[in-house]
């Protein structure tokens, strides 16, 4: 599996606020108000605590919605892999061990550099929300991703409107740092929560591309403007980034 190190040149974003209540959103002209966020009210409603517990991060894989998970805790690094034996390891061999061990059992692998998870936890903690255009075959989805780290959710935006706190991550994502100082490198995993709403193909293009957003300087003040100056973002350049000039009008 290729690492997620060698493949944050990719890119996207989108944006939250008065979009229209269809789940599927055709391909199609709009204007940027109708996708404005009003990141305030996010802020206020604060889903730090409730949806990070309700994310069961290590929760098994299930097609069916639910509208909230209990509380429960990431499954720790040890019960994964053995880490003494893993101490032993150079940096890639853990790597390429940590992809294997992965491959088929239902869930998404990577790894990335030390020194790039600590840009992205830095950059995390004053912009925790974002939006990401999914596409689909004739379209998008819009889902709604809260980057708390050692954590990344997502969530489908319309649920997320319509449930707040209490609507079910569609994946999770959890960061094991055992590794980050002394091999330089972090390992990722990722669950795929909702398999009926969410493919393993289209989540591991989730967690790559939201990265590639906080740690590309030049797309990361997207981010800033998605949180910070929320009047200032214009959803078109997301779209320029991606590259889709088909969608901008």
Known sequence: MQRLATR???????????VSCSYFVPKQTFTTSSLRVNIQKLQERSISGDFLKRACLGFCRTS???????????KPLESIIDIERAKNKSPEDLSAIWDDYHLGRG???ASMKGKLYHLLEQRAVNCQYFV?????????????TQVQMPHMLFTGLEDYKARGTQAAPYFT???YTEFAESKDLVLIRGDVVLTSKLSDNEAKWLVETTQSFYL??????????F???TREFEFKDVLHALGNAYFVV
Do not use: C
Not at 64 to 74: S, V, Y
């Open 8 to 18: 944050f040149s990719t890119s996207l974003l989108s944006s939250v606020g008065n």
């Open 173 to 175: 994502v959890s960061y």
């Open 132 to 144: 990401i255009p999914l596409w689909r075959e004739s379209g998008y989805i819009t889902m709604f």
């Open 216 to 225: 590309n300087d030049v797309r990361y003040k997207l981010v800033e403007r």
């Open 227 to 229: 949180n910070k100056e």
């Open 107 to 109: 869930h998404i692998a």
């Open 64 to 74: 069916n919605f639910a509208t909230g998970f209990k509380p429960l805790q990431p």
